[in-house]
């Protein structure tokens, strides 16, 4: 602030823990970090398998145009879903 020109600033003594705000204090909120960091890491992991069960199946299905054009279509419904759910949020 002092740089900003609020001089009369400068002579304020400002404590350590000035622009810290403590929301909640909790012994779990550990637990709840590791959590939300296996749920980060398997955001990236699980889409891998979901791609190759998708192949698998495209692999084993009889009529694979069929397959693949059905597939796309449900596809193409859940992402439309999705992105309606978030355009309401």
């Not at 602030?1 to 003594?13: I, R, T």
């Not at 012994?27 to 980060?40: E, N, P, R, T």
């Amino acid at each position: 602030m002092v740089n900003a020109g609020l001089g009369f600033l400068d002579k304020v003594p400002i404590p350590d823990d000035a622009g810290e705000v403590v929301l909640f204090i909790s012994k779990k909120l550990g637990v709840v970090k590791d959590g939300v960091s296996i749920l980060d890491t398997l955001n990236w992991i699980l889409p891998l398998p979901a791609l190759v069960f998708f192949a698998a199946a495209v692999i084993i299905s009889g009529d694979r145009r069929r397959f693949l054009m059905v597939a796309g279509t449900y596809l193409a419904m859940a992402v439309s879903l999705i992105l309606v759910d978030y355009t309401k949020a």
